[in-house]
């Protein structure tokens, strides 16, 4: 014990003087011996059980920190090289695609002026039909992201959805949500399966975009999209028409979120989608005098 060293030795000198033989304070003298012995001890453990306080850097932050905070935390999965992302260079919509991680590089926007409608989960043999005449009404040409499954079991509704000329989009064969997070061999037989459905019922349909259900997006199933040469496609519009909250308010939402580029999401199936048929023809007048609408591009993304 370093820190008031000369006061202890001073201390134990009048002790030492006071147990010689003799001393009318010897016994007081050995009670007080004890007494600075154990003391001295007790501090001694007593130092011995505070940690050091932990290092802190200029900035104020506790140097021994980084170590421990993120140490059980998995490693962040690698995002895809500027080569592998879908947002070619040039296009407008690039930068606003890439602003999000967590979507790998799936499109947001249409990369121009021109606005896509989209129309998810179907076809459905209710509703498919209806808005397929909403749009024709309006002489408007959207995008079809079709479940595998549902093709297979409506082959007739994708005919007349690409007869139309509207654009298909791969949406996975029975929406599964956490396809991402499976094996790529898994997702590769998901995707190819959903094509080969979509092809059984239109051969020459071109199928270059893909939608992840409910936009759970991983680089495993961007990944795998590219490579069977698929553009992944997200939106930036969302009614949340799936809700069912009523045609008043999908139009609302629409209309005060549509800008140059957007790419709105909607429902053709997957529940009740009569609001979302409703809605159209609440849509399609305003959004025909503002923008451009189009199907999504089927040659080079």
């Not at 505070?50 to 905070?69: L, W």
């Amino acid at each position: 014990m370093t820190t008031g060293g000369g006061h202890g030795s001073r201390w134990l000198d009048r002790l030492r003087t006071l147990l010689r033989p003799g001393s009318t304070g010897r016994a007081v003298a050995i009670v007080a011996l004890v007494a600075v012995t154990l003391l001295g001890s007790a501090y001694a453990l007593g130092r011995s059980l505070i940690p050091d306080r932990p290092r802190h850097s200029a900035a104020g932050v506790t140097g021994d920190m980084d170590k421990a905070q993120y140490a059980d935390q998995p490693p962040a999965e690698p995002s895809p090289s500027a080569s592998e992302s879908p947002s070619e260079a040039g296009q407008d919509g690039a930068s606003r695609d890439a602003a999000d991680d967590t979507l790998f590089g799936a499109h947001v926007t249409t990369g121009d002026a021109r606005v896509a409608l989209t129309f998810d989960d179907g076809p459905d043999p209710q509703y498919t039909p209806q808005v397929l005449a909403a749009l024709r009404e309006y002489g408007v040409r959207a995008t079809f992201c079709v479940v595998g499954e549902m093709a297979q079991s409506h082959p007739d509704l994708i005919q007349a959805i690409v007869a139309d000329g509207h654009t298909i989009c791969n949406h996975s064969w029975n929406h599964d949500v956490t396809l991402g997070k499976r094996s790529t061999a898994t997702i590769r037989a998901d995707l190819l399966r959903t094509n080969e459905a979509i092809r059984a019922a239109a051969p020459d349909a071109p199928i270059v975009w893909y939608r992840q259900p409910g936009g759970a997006w991983t680089y495993p199933v961007v990944s795998v999209a590219h490579g069977l040469g698929m553009t992944p496609l997200h939106w930036d519009v969302d009614p949340a028409d799936w809700e069912a909250p009523g045609a008043a308010k999908i139009a609302s939402t629409v209309l005060g979120g549509v800008e140059p580029g957007s790419i709105v999401l909607m429902h053709d199936a997957g529940g009740n989608r009569q609001g979302t048929v409703d809605a159209l023809y609440r849509i399609l007048p305003t959004l025909t005098s503002r923008f451009q609408l189009e199907a999504l591009p089927t040659d080079a993304t």
